[in-house]
C-alpha cells in the first residue's frame, strides 16, 4: 500500500521530490516540483529545490536558471544562495583541473546526498581526479 498525496498540496508535493530526489529519482522529483510550481509559480523555496535536482541531473544551464527566479522572486532565501555559490565553487575546482590537466573527463560532480537530509542541508561537491581537490562540504 502506497502513500497517497494531494495533487494540489504544495508542501506534500515538494516533501515527496524531496524523498523522490534523496533515492535518486531526479526525473520523479522534477515532476514533482514541476506539478508544485504550477500551483505556486513564485515560490522560491520550489524554484531552488528544481535547480538542485536539474544540477544533479547535470543540466547547469537550466539549473542556473532556475536558482537566478528563485533569487528574483527572493534575494535573500538562504538556500538559492547556497546553492548558487556551491555550482560557483565546483566550476572553480573545474576551471583549475583544465588549466592543470588539460582538456579531458577529470572531474567528477555530484551532490552529496544523505538519507534523510533535506536538498537544503546538502552542497555540491566536485573532485579532481588528477589533484584530488576537492570543493564544497557536507
Not at 524523498?19 to 522534477?30: I, P, T
Not at 514533482?32 to 538542485?52: E, I, V
Not at 572553480?92 to 552529496?112: D, E, F, K, Q
Request: some cysteine; proline content about 7%.
Amino acid at each position: 500500500a502506497g502513500i497517497t498525496i494531494s495533487p494540489t498540496s504544495v508542501p506534500a508535493l515538494r516533501a515527496l521530490a524531496r524523498a523522490l530526489e534523496v533515492d535518486g529519482k531526479y526525473g520523479d522529483a522534477l515532476q514533482r516540483l514541476d506539478q508544485a510550481l504550477d500551483l505556486r509559480p513564485y515560490s522560491a523555496p520550489l524554484l531552488s529545490d528544481r535547480g538542485m535536482v536539474l544540477h544533479s541531473m547535470g543540466q547547469d544551464k537550466e539549473a542556473k536558471k532556475a536558482l537566478a527566479d528563485a533569487r528574483k522572486k527572493d534575494p535573500g532565501y538562504p538556500e538559492s544562495l547556497l546553492y548558487q555559490g556551491g555550482m560557483a565553487r565546483a566550476e572553480i575546482v573545474t576551471a583549475r583541473c583544465r588549466l592543470a590537466s588539460g582538456p579531458g573527463p577529470n572531474v567528477t560532480r555530484s551532490s552529496t546526498t544523505s538519507r534523510g537530509a533535506s536538498p537544503a542541508s546538502e552542497m555540491v561537491r566536485s573532485k579532481c581526479a588528477p589533484c584530488g581537490t576537492t570543493s564544497g562540504a557536507s
